[in-house]
């Protein structure tokens, strides 16, 4: 039996991965998204990525009134689909990459059993945010409600101007984080569950030398506290703290909270596939290029960047995936 073979295949359905899509449906790629299948890891992982958990998006060019993640990601979605995207809801489980796709084209498995030929690949699956895997910080990051795990994107916003935030984490990320939020803040309190930080001495004086940020030393969130506003919207009023020395329990008074202790790169289908991986986890890029180490394979997005995660940069990623996708499908005559 004959299996028809994709010019295209890309996997995953955030900014990079739709941005990849509709550069490539323009260039007659006739490319095919697998978008994944919704699931909780701890915390909650959605066709449409990190944006899906993102109630306002106020630093994307050309929403000047700010826009919902999720609304934005059904436009990037919607656009692709008009110039012929195909879009199947599943996860891709396995990969076969092939070192000559030229002559043997890359294999992928779906979750439903099949069996996807392809000559090129675009990986963009993303990245999750590490959760603390409480029932009450899951329940009211999806709902906006003041906890978040990105201070760059949501830090800015009116709900948390001139209030008292708290950042959770002791590398490098959270003290950028409430670096950033001592803009914005009253107050920036850093929750750490040790007695001195994991963060480079530069990051560490940097944020330290602020003076509305503190670190609240041996402390661990054991649960967020909220009530009801006027408008039937739960929202963020403090956190339940637990001393990891004395075991002791305080309450802290916060209207945000901002989770900083990393992010896990979705590549755990990639497993055994010969691709290159960085010491996070993350793909490892050629310079200035979305190529991989595998020939034909490409990847976008916040699955090879570790550094930025914003979705302008994925979007931009997503571009450049489709540009060389075309580029190495068009000098390889694989038609």
Known sequence: ??????????????????????????????????????????????????????????????????????????????????????????????????????????????????????????????????????ESELRLAQAGGGVSACAVCDGALPMFRDQPLAVVGGGDTAMEEAAYLTKFASTVYVIHRRDALRASKVMQDRLLSKPNAKVLWNKVVVDCLSETDEHGNEKLTGVRLRDTVSGEESTLDVKGLFIAIGHTPATGFLKGSGLAFDDQGYIVLGTQTSE?????????????????????????????????AEHWIGSHHAH
């Open 1 to 134: 039996m004959s299996e028809s073979i994709e010019q295209v295949v890309i996997i995953g359905s955030g900014p990079a991965g739709w941005t990849a899509a509709i550069y490539a449906a323009r260039a007659e790629l006739s490319p095919v998204v697998y978008e994944g299948v919704p699931k909780q890891n701890p915390g909650p992982v959605l066709p449409g990525g990190q944006l899906m958990l993102t109630t306002e998006v106020e630093n994307y060019p050309g929403f000047p009134e700010g826009v919902s993640g999720p609304e934005m990601m059904a436009m990037f979605r919607k656009q692709a689909e008009r110039f012929g995207t195909r879009i199947v809801g599943q996860d891709i489980e396995r990969v076969e990459f092939s070192e000559n796709p030229e002559a043997s084209p890359h294999v992928l498995h779906t979750s439903s059993g099949d069996r996807v030929l392809a000559r090129a690949v675009i990986i963009a699956t993303g990245a999750t945010a590490n959760w603390l895997g409480l």
């Open 292 to 324: 991989t180490n595998i020939p034909g394979v490409f990847a976008a997005g916040d699955v090879a960047d570790s550094r930025y995660r914003q979705a302008i940069t994925a979007a931009g990623m997503g571009c450049r995936a489709a540009l060389d």
